[in-house]
């Protein structure tokens, strides 16, 4: 995502100031042009190095892992900068801690998907509200297999919007034997294979007709571009020092 991010800012009229990985990656000292990430001769430093970065920076845009998230979080707002982060993975208690951490600090976009259609789908399901008492709701969501966490951040939460809007308290994720569904389970099937960027489904069962929802992403550019969409809103004057997600960025009500 880096790497992507860094060759679409390029593209957008954004100018790359830092580029920070783990001490250990491949492309630590190199430039991101020699990585393909661009045009620029910035070069990839350790996260040592991401104060200094910070000085000479408007916002900051993460992609890590949970862990280096967390360790990253006060060194992002005692730089001032505003914040946008894409990591997956948080358990609930670093989530807690990274929202106390910003809040107040800096303003900050936290989202599990910076896709635009993405977002709207997480919207969407909100409506399944409307859906009569028979109707069962399921969602399956398909990733590459390089990918750690399952079920994915986006399927998690639309499986909240869909708990909240069918009245859920359990989730289920896979059936073997006999396993016959009960009223208050949600169902949430993970797939991994390939290099699927994502794919994300929601199944409502009626007794009669079903209704899917899907969306669908070619490549992990469509994530790139909401994140440098997110870092345009975010650094907007005036914007309070709290933690948004992308549906404040794209003015959509859950």
């Known amino acids: 995502m880096g790497t992507l991010i860094a060759r679409e800012a390029a593209r957008e009229r954004f100018e790359v100031t830092g ?41 900051c845009i993460s992609f890590t892992s949970a862990q280096a998230e967390v360790n990253n979080l006060r ?3 005692e730089g001032g900068v505003p914040y946008v982060s894409g990591t997956t993975g948080l358990t609930p208690q670093q989530r807690r801690e990274a929202d106390a951490v910003l809040t ?19 919207a969407m399901s909100a409506a399944l509200k409307a859906l009569p008492q028979g109707f069962d709701v399921s969602i399956v969501e398909a990733h590459h297999s390089g990918k750690v966490d399952a079920p994915s951040g986006t399927a998690l939460s639309i499986a909240r919007e869909v708990s909240k809007a069918r009245g859920y308290t359990k989730t289920v994720s896979g059936r073997s034997g006999a396993s016959k569904r009960a009223p208050d389970e949600l169902e949430v099937s993970s797939l991994r294979g390939g290099g ?32 440098l ?21 794209l003015g959509l009500e859950l």
């Open 19 to 59: 580029a920070v990985a783990a001490q250990d990656d491949l492309g630590m000292g190199k430039t991101l042009r020699r990585l393909g990430a661009g045009d620029s001769d910035t070069r990839v430093s350790p996260p040592s190095s991401l104060a200094g970065l910070l000085r000479e920076s408007d916002v």
């Open 75 to 77: 060194t992002v707002v």
């Open 104 to 122: 107040g600090r800096v303003p900050a976009v936290i989202a599990s998907n910076f896709s635009v259609g993405a977002n709207l789908l997480i």
């Open 196 to 227: 699927t960027p994502g794919i994300h489904t929601i199944h409502a069962f009626g007794p009669h007709e079903m209704i899917t929802l899907e969306h669908v992403a070619f490549s992990r550019s469509s994530f790139a571009l909401g994140a």
């Open 229 to 249: 969409h997110a870092a345009e809103w975010v650094t907007e004057k005036g914007r309070e020092p709290k933690v948004f997600g992308m549906a404040d960025v």
